[in-house]
């Protein structure tokens, strides 16, 4: 008769794996999407055989994709890793039993909470105001990322995420780490699970971890 697994290491397989689906699929599309992105930001818009008028449209139409693609793509990150820490803090408490809440301080710290409130406060700017920071509008989480974070006031979010200590686009792959280190430590701490969590500081260790870790395991993928 095979051996029945205790339910604490069932729920610690379930928390793990809710965690690497999200930030698995993150890594993914912002491997891709960078990659794009530089590809454009490097390539030669001077066509020595096109018109003045011509390469004058070529230099726009790339400075303009570089700048509202790439304003885009942070916002929809920004979403993404939002959703993603939602969804680790409700796997926790339904498996654990627990009643965890982002915006609580817990007893013992969680690594990069104070990083994962500012976030989740961008991601509803960016659902509930036209991702646009704006103290006017009553809205609280605009309010809290000015007099608590300390970042601009009627600023667009694009534009206001370099003034934290999240990131700005070029940082993506060292956002979702943190984003995976907190989800994972937060199942430490508060789901008594094995801490897994790294310790990482270095931006190409950090890249390197992601993709190692997340892509190279997936038959086909190609660096």
């Not at 809710?18 to 698995?24: M, P, Y």
């Not at 066509?47 to 070529?58: I, T």
């Not at 199942?187 to 990482?200: H, K, Q, T």
Request: some cysteine.
């Amino acid at each position: 008769m095979p051996e029945i697994m205790d339910q604490a290491v069932l729920d610690e397989i379930a928390l793990f794996s809710a965690v690497h689906q999200d930030i698995g699929a993150l890594v993914l599309i912002a491997h891709g999407c960078e990659s794009q992105l530089e590809s454009i930001r490097t390539h030669e818009w001077i066509d020595p055989e096109a018109s003045r008028f011509q390469n004058k449209m070529n230099m726009k139409a790339l400075g303009a994709a570089i700048h509202k693609y790439g304003e885009t793509y942070t916002e929809l990150m920004i979403l993404g890793l939002s959703r993603a820490v939602e969804n680790a803090v409700g796997h926790l408490n339904e498996r654990k039993n627990r009643h965890f809440s982002v915006w609580s301080n817990p007893p013992t710290p969680i690594k990069f909470h104070n990083d994962i409130k500012i976030l989740r406060n961008l991601g509803n700017v960016i659902k509930h105001n036209a991702s646009f920071i704006d103290t006017a509008t009553g809205s609280q989480a605009a309010e809290t990322l000015v007099n608590t974070h300390g970042l601009p006031d009627k600023t667009q979010i694009g534009l206001a995420w370099g003034f934290t200590n999240m990131g700005v686009p070029s940082d993506i792959m060292e956002n979702i780490y943190r984003v995976e280190t907190f989800c994972l430590h937060l199942n430490a701490i508060e789901g008594s699970c094995r801490d897994v969590s790294c310790d990482l500081t270095d931006p190409k260790e950090i890249r390197a971890y992601l993709i190692q870790r997340y892509l190279a395991p997936i038959p086909g993928f190609a660096n």
